[in-house]
């Protein structure tokens, strides 16, 4: 079975991708996933704050050590062995390159559009084969909906101003109008979009009233809202579509290429069961299309979205109506 994928430009061995995760930090484990059947990886996220605060703080370190004291210029200068957050990630991202055979996808969070997505350009020249731009930002009352979609387009306008590698854009599913907006990144310049990122909601403590994170894995369930939504833009976007949240196995990772994405994404299953989860999952995929007579993935991909299903009401509302009634 030919599993052969493209996605943003790139012809992947398959369609299976561990997202970004803390896995990706240990070379080790980078390679057992290359081994067990990765077609890329999405490197571990760097944050805008941590940028940013590093930045802050050596400017201030540099600029200020001399203050009243005209001798003192120059008496702090950076030890050489001196790593900001920025440099253990290049660093990182250079020895996966060396160590892996497959496309290593850099992954920049943030939620302003300030200075720190030029750091783009120094990724792209360490090696990464393509951008996951991951914008987590909570709008405030105040916020309107063109606030913060226009936030979303200034930030992507800005990388793709320093890059020339394609550029993905990680989706929270919390938009007025999602497809018309997908539409927008896209005559923005955006080569991908990946649906969706999951917020971590904290939790209240009722002894203490302390508001404290907490950590939940997805479950195989949320796939579904990543798999109708799929469906609904295949065929009318022409951006690359990347599914991630709840894809567990087979099953979930079938549906989401059948409705149209290029790519699926994992980390939940992978912290949990290892990489080992990935090579069950390829292994269940390929048994399942030969069952089913497909000649290629590429043949399975979208034959089931919105444009193309036998029975299209069943993606709309009528769908919805028949639910709630039955």
């Not at 203050?67 to 210029?73: N, P, S, V, W």
């Not at 109008?177 to 310049?189: D, N, Y």
């Not at 912290?271 to 269940?284: C, M």
Request: one cysteine or more.
């Amino acid at each position: 079975m030919n599993l052969e994928t493209t996605y943003l430009g790139m012809t992947l061995k398959n369609p299976l991708v561990p997202s970004a995760s803390p896995l990706s930090r240990d070379l080790d484990m980078a390679k057992r996933l290359e081994d067990a059947g990765a077609a890329a990886l999405v490197m571990y996220s760097l944050f805008e704050e941590e940028v940013i605060a590093e930045e802050e703080q050596l400017t201030g370190l540099m600029d200020f050590q001399d203050l009243g004291h005209g001798e003192a210029d120059s008496y702090l200068p950076l030890h050489p062995d001196y790593k900001t957050g920025l440099d253990e990630y290049l660093e990182q991202l250079q020895a996966l390159k060396a160590a892996l055979e497959i496309p290593v996808i850099a992954s920049l969070n943030g939620a302003t559009d300030s200075g720190w997505v030029e750091h783009g350009r120094e990724l792209e020249q360490a090696g990464a084969d393509a951008l996951e731009l991951n914008i987590y930002f909570l709008p405030t009352a105040e916020d309107s909906a063109e606030v913060v979609e226009e936030r979303y387009l200034n930030i992507l306008r800005q990388l793709k101003g320093q890059v020339r590698i394609p550029v993905t854009v990680k989706l929270s599913p919390y938009f007025t109008s999602l497809g018309h907006f997908v539409r927008q990144l896209e005559t923005a310049g955006a080569d991908g979009v990946v649906l969706f990122n999951r917020f971590y909601q904290p939790d209240l403590d009722l002894d203490s009233l302390e508001v404290r994170p907490e950590l939940h894995l997805s479950h195989p369930y949320e796939s579904l809202l990543r798999m109708h939504w799929i469906g609904r833009l295949y065929d009318k976007v022409s951006l690359s579509l990347a599914a991630t949240g709840g894809i567990h196995g087979a099953p979930e990772a079938l549906k989401m290429l059948l409705t149209g994405a290029s790519v699926v994404h994992q980390c939940a299953a992978l912290l949990q069961r290892g990489p080992e989860a990935l090579t069950q999952t390829l292994a269940d995929m390929e048994r399942w299309l030969e069952e089913k007579e497909y000649d290629s993935l590429l043949q399975a991909i979208g034959s089931v979205c919105q444009d193309r299903a036998v029975n299209r009401e069943a993606w709309d509302r009528v769908n919805y109506i028949k639910t709630l009634r039955s």
